[in-house]
């Protein structure tokens, strides 16, 4: 039973920063391309960045230079570390994964494995 656990969200001034946590049971990291979405109200869930078995990762080009995506294959986590925070980043941010372990793309619909999301707010 594969089950993803999201962490590290909460509230944060303009220009802050946050890590996020996902902590996966059932699956290890290191065999499953990893991926980091958000959404917020009345929008579509959007990719924010994906990491695949190798360590390649890929990034939505608006936020690429704030937002940075790693693991921890040893603790089986996966990280977002966001920089540099804006209002419009409010949204909950959700962990994915799928074992089509070479998938560098950050679409939604290609990944089965989802965590229940935690909230980031930016005032």
């Known amino acids: 039973h594969v089950q993803l656990v999201e962490s590290g969200g909460g509230s944060v001034q303009t220009g802050g920063s946050l890590r996020l946590s996902c902590a996966p049971s059932g699956l290890s990291v290191s065999d499953f391309s990893m991926a980091w979405f958000r959404q917020s109200p009345g929008k579509e869930r959007e990719g924010i960045a994906v990491i695949d078995s190798d360590g390649d990762t890929a990034y939505a080009e608006s936020l690429k230079d704030r937002f940075t995506i790693s693991q921890d294959n040893a603790k089986n986590t996966l990280y977002l570390q966001m920089n540099s925070l804006k209002p419009e980043d409010t949204a909950r941010y959700y962990c994915?994964?799928?074992?089509?372990?070479?998938?560098?793309?950050?679409?939604?619909?290609?990944?089965?494995?989802w965590g229940q999301g935690t909230q980031v707010t930016v005032s």
């Open positions: 994915a994964a799928t074992p089509n372990a070479g998938l560098i793309g950050i679409r939604p619909r290609d990944f089965p494995y």
